[in-house]
């Protein structure tokens, strides 16, 4: 079974770092990309970053570039995303996705895990 679980989220405060991880399983680990998404208080999905499978190609948002870093684990069926100097605007369910398609595109994803919730507080 196809499945993506995150982890890492946490409240911090304005200026902290945050390290989430999401673990893929099944048909979920042979998707050529894996995209960080947040969700906002209105449910709507805002592309954070992502990396390719083969070549770890990485693309980042423009709010986020800079103070972000997506990377792949070792075990190829880990991918992390480290969040720096965030700000309170950085709250949010922290969602990762897989997908066939090197795109920011939330139509384009086959799979997605649940998320975690990060909150930056001043």
């Known amino acids: 079974q196809a499945q993506l679980v995150e982890s890492g989220g946490g409240a911090v405060q304005a200026g902290g770092s945050l390290r989430l991880s999401c673990v893929a399983s099944?048909?979920?680990?042979?998707?050529?990309?894996w995209s960080w998404f947040r969700q906002g208080p209105r449910n709507e999905r805002e592309f954070v970053a992502r990396?390719?499978?083969?070549?770890?190609?990485?693309t980042y948002a423009d709010a986020l570039e800079g103070r972000s870093t997506v990377s792949r684990g070792n075990a190829k069926n880990t991918v992390y995303l480290q969040l720096n100097s965030l700000k309170s605007e950085d709250t949010g369910i922290y969602l990762c996705?897989?997908?066939?398609?090197?795109?920011?595109?939330?139509?384009?994803?086959?799979?997605w895990g649940k998320g975690t919730q990060v909150t930056v507080s001043q």
């Open positions: 099944g048909r979920a680990r042979d998707m050529y990309v």
């Open positions: 990396i390719t499978r083969i070549g770890s190609r990485s």
């Open positions: 996705a897989a997908g066939l398609h090197d795109t920011s595109n939330t139509g384009a994803y086959t799979y």
